[in-house]
């Protein structure tokens, strides 16, 4: 049984690496359409409104298709006035209990609502208000639960690792694998 969640846990690590990499082009491509914006409205003093949501939406999915791949790789926020002096046992079980209680339960309870919102948003094929904006307004709104559901994932993954920290059966801080893709 420990094989099964050791072999999920690196399974789950490899897609948040895979996302977060990926993802993270779309930086690159923000930083392009935020200047050919900027430009458009300075030189001919036009912007469009597809063009501001895209923008908002690209941004968005930064941050949610980013969050699984910051906790992977321990770059989440984290208030450390004791944690870097505790052992990696105590390290391991602050990370154990912190998941149960904080991140399971807010990943399930944001993502099922999230759910909700953007399959009610499918079923009426909702759109932007702005006219010109962008269609399928329930796209982005889906990227929210698969953002939460990616985090959740690695919050389990995380959990597996500090869990064997806690119990002694990995002797390091279990933040990540050494395995490349």
């Known amino acids: 049984m420990a094989d099964f969640f050791l072999k999920l846990s690196k399974e789950i690590d490899r897609i ?25 409205r300075y030189l001919f003093s036009e912007t469009a409104a597809w063009v501001m949501e895209l923008e908002w939406h690209l ?8 969050a699984g791949f910051a906790l992977k790789h321990d770059r989440h926020v984290r208030v450390d006035l004791f944690y870097d002096k505790f052992s990696p046992k105590d390290k391991a079980l602050v990370n154990l209990i912190g998941g149960l209680v904080f991140l399971l339960p807010w990943c ?17 094929r909702e759109t932007s208000p702005d006219p010109g904006g962008l269609p399928a307004r329930y796209v982005i709104k889906f990227a929210v639960t698969l953002g ?10 995380q959990m597996i690792k500090d869990y064997r920290v806690w ?3 990995d002797l390091e801080e279990p933040r990540e694998f050494n395995e490349s893709l």
């Open 16 to 40: 948040n690496e895979w996302v977060g990499r990926t993802s993270s082009w779309i930086s690159g491509i923000l930083v392009i359409l935020v200047c050919i914006d900027v430009l458009s």
């Open 148 to 157: 939460l559901v990616l985090l959740l994932l690695q919050g389990i993954s």
């Open 108 to 124: 399930l309870l944001i993502g099922i609502t999230s759910f909700g919102y953007a399959y009610e948003s499918f079923l009426n």
């Open 167 to 169: 119990k002694g059966l």
């Open 59 to 66: 941004f968005s999915l930064l941050f949610l298709f980013g």
